[in-house]
Nanobody
Framework: QVRLEESGGGLVQPGGSLRLSCVVS????????LGWYRQAAGNERERVAM??????TIYGDSVRGRFSVTRDSAKAVFLQMNDLQIEDTAVYYC????????????????WGQGTQVTVSS
């Protein structure tokens, strides 16, 4: 009923920037939390950044000060990534939680398929 589609990943040199986008489609009229997780090869998935419906943000310790998360209501969420480092290499997943679908609240999180970000010289 709700689909998240990421774009904007790619290959970038250390110190470079990328902007990830996640478009929300489907029947969610409100989404409490939108954001990004990432998973590097051999590692567990970790939270990168989240933004609430009210605009409050949370960042992972390793990205605070370099990444910035913004949203367009319940339609899209963006991740501006600056000063990228090799350790930022991972698949980045869009995440949504606290959805209202046709008047009914759902706590079940929704995930996108992921977009690869590779930082390499």
């Amino acid at each position: 009923q709700v689909r998240l589609e990421e774009s904007g990943g790619g290959l970038v040199q250390p110190g470079g920037s990328l902007r990830l986008s996640c478009v929300v489609s489907g029947s969610a009229s409100e989404i409490n939390n939108l954001g990004w997780y990432r998973q590097a090869a051999g590692n567990e998935r970790e939270r990168v950044a989240m933004i609430s419906r009210g605009g409050g943000t949370i960042y992972g310790d390793s990205v605070r000060g370099r990444f910035s998360v913004t949203r367009d209501s319940a339609k899209a969420v963006f991740l501006q990534m600056n000063d990228l480092q090799i350790e930022d290499t991972a698949v980045y997943y869009c995440h949504a939680s606290g959805l209202t679908i046709r008047g009914t609240f759902s706590a079940m999180p929704t995930w996108g398929q992921g977009t690869q970000v590779t930082v390499s010289s």
